[in-house]
Nanobody, 114 residues
Framework: QVQLVESGGGLVQSGGSLRLSCAASGIIFGIYPMSWYRQAPGKRRELVATITSSSSTNYADSVKGRFTISRDNAKNTVYLQMNSLKPEDTAVYYC????????WGQGTQVTVSS
């Protein structure tokens, strides 16, 4: 059974930084692409960043140059370093892996005050 546990969210001022972590279990972590999504109130969940098994990365245009996704296969963990945060980054952030369908963590709240 796949389990994803996110942590690291919180309240930060505009321009600040946060690092999110997602610990995975129940999968051979190193062979799967991992993604971060976010969902703001009243909006659809959107893809933020993806990292492949070979550590190639892709980002939503809205976060390019500010967010960095990385992974540590020895720790079964994927990270999202978020810099220069803006109020519009406020959302619940979710970790995702596609194994027998989509698997999601419980989410971690990120709130950016202006």
């Amino acid at each position: 059974q796949v389990q994803l546990v996110e942590s690291g969210g919180g309240l930060v001022q505009s321009g600040g930084s946060l690092r999110l972590s997602c610990a995975a279990s129940g999968i051979i972590f190193g062979i799967y692409p991992m993604s971060w999504y976010r969902q703001a109130p009243g909006k659809r969940r959107e893809l933020v960043a993806t990292i492949t098994s070979s550590s190639s990365t892709n980002y939503a245009d809205s976060v390019k140059g500010r967010f960095t996704i990385s992974r540590d296969n020895a720790k079964n963990t994927v990270y999202l370093q978020m810099n220069s945060l803006k109020p519009e980054d406020t959302a619940v952030y979710y970790c995702n892996v596609r194994r027998n369908g989509d698997n999601w963590g419980q989410g971690t709240q990120v709130t950016v005050s202006s």
